[in-house]
């Protein structure tokens, strides 16, 4: 019960009326954008499925965000108030989260470098001009469950994920941990493991969260070298992903998707993904049998904005109508 009731003098305790709880106070910063900005497609490739216990999407627009920093565990809400984007942070990664806000916004990126050769790209670009590219500085939490999303389905993968934070993870600092403040939004959430955490759950733990041991035993490997992935955040994206891909088990499309992230790469196009290419080969050129060489080749007038043009075609909409069956869902950890 630690942490959950402020302590109260013994002469003035009633029996059977507990003390109430004090909300630990929070850093704020505020940060003004240029231009449009909508949080949810800025923050929203963070999210690992609905019930993420690291990110959640409150009713009021805000999007909270739990962190192992360099600075330890730390607790973040985003919200945007008459075109200011303020942060609270609670733990001790509250300074280095705040400190990073407005890259986490998308203050890094460029939109303007982005020039769209389709009118399919321009029109989706005008219909939602608040898409950014988050820069989130932290790279084995987005490397983590990119390897976990690895030929699986991503319900396969966000159950995984969201099984083995809640497990082996630390309580968010601050209202929105376990024992939060009753009336804090949201609670129930949890910091991901530490680097020597993974490294010790054991291979019946990975077994009932659905991981095979080819997944389980990159992650291992990562975790192993955690802080010279992490050195990775402070290297060009390119140089980054070559750091990553020399972990076995991480190949091209783990990196991409890491550095999308991390890095905010806008160039960083994920090949190698069972449905993308075929999305883009269809939204550019009405080809829904693409594969990674067509998608590359019609995305070549974007050199440089890749990354960005293949949100924008998943922002307009154009796909093509499902024909196969889906992917069969699997779970080891029943067998």
Do not use: C, N
């Not at 303020?86 to 990664?93: L, Q, S, V």
């Not at 084995?140 to 083995?164: F, G, N």
Request: aromatic share 6%; proline share 10%; hydrophobic share 40%.
């Amino acid at each position: 019960m630690a942490g959950r009731f402020a302590p109260g003098s013994a002469g003035t305790a009633v029996r059977g009326v507990l003390p109430r709880p004090v909300r630990a106070a929070a850093r704020v910063r505020t940060w003004v954008p240029e231009g449009a900005l909508e949080l949810r497609l800025v923050l929203g490739p963070l999210r690992r499925g609905p019930v993420d216990p690291t990110f959640r999407a409150a009713p009021d627009g805000a999007m909270w965000r739990v962190s192992r920093t360099p600075g330890g565990p730390g607790t973040l809400r985003v919200s945007l108030v008459d075109g200011a984007v303020r942060g609270e942070a609670w733990g001790p990664g509250a300074e280095w989260l705040l400190e990073r806000l407005p890259e986490l916004a998308g203050a890094a990126d460029d939109p303007s470098a982005f020039a769209p050769r389709h009118r399919l790209l321009a029109l989706t670009r005008h219909r939602r001009p608040g898409l950014r590219l988050t820069r989130t500085g932290l790279v084995m939490e987005s490397l983590i469950p990119s390897i976990l999303e690895q030929k699986v389905t991503t319900d396969e993968a966000y159950r995984a994920w969201r099984a083995l934070v809640r497990k082996f993870g630390d309580p968010a600092p601050g209202p929105a941990g376990p024992t939060g403040v009753p009336g804090g939004m949201p609670r129930g959430m949890y910091v991901m493991p530490a680097a020597r955490t993974w490294a010790l759950i054991p291979s019946w733990e990975w077994h009932q969260a659905g991981v095979d041991d080819k997944r389980a035993s990159t992650i291992l490997r990562a975790v192993r070298v955690a802080a010279r992935l992490e050195e990775a955040a402070g290297m060009p994206p390119r140089q980054a992903q070559a750091r990553l891909e020399r972990v076995p088990g991480v190949g091209p499309w783990t990196s991409a998707e890491t550095v999308q992230r991390s890095h905010g790469a806008a160039d960083a196009v994920t090949v190698g993904d069972l449905h993308l290419p075929g999305i883009v080969g269809y939204a550019l050129a009405g080809d829904r049998h693409a594969d990674d060489a067509a998608m590359l080749e019609l995305l070549e007038p974007y050199a440089g904005q890749r990354h960005r043009a293949a949100r924008l075609i998943l922002l307009s909409g154009q796909v093509p109508a499902r024909r196969a069956p889906r992917m069969p869902r699997g779970d080891i950890g029943r067998l």
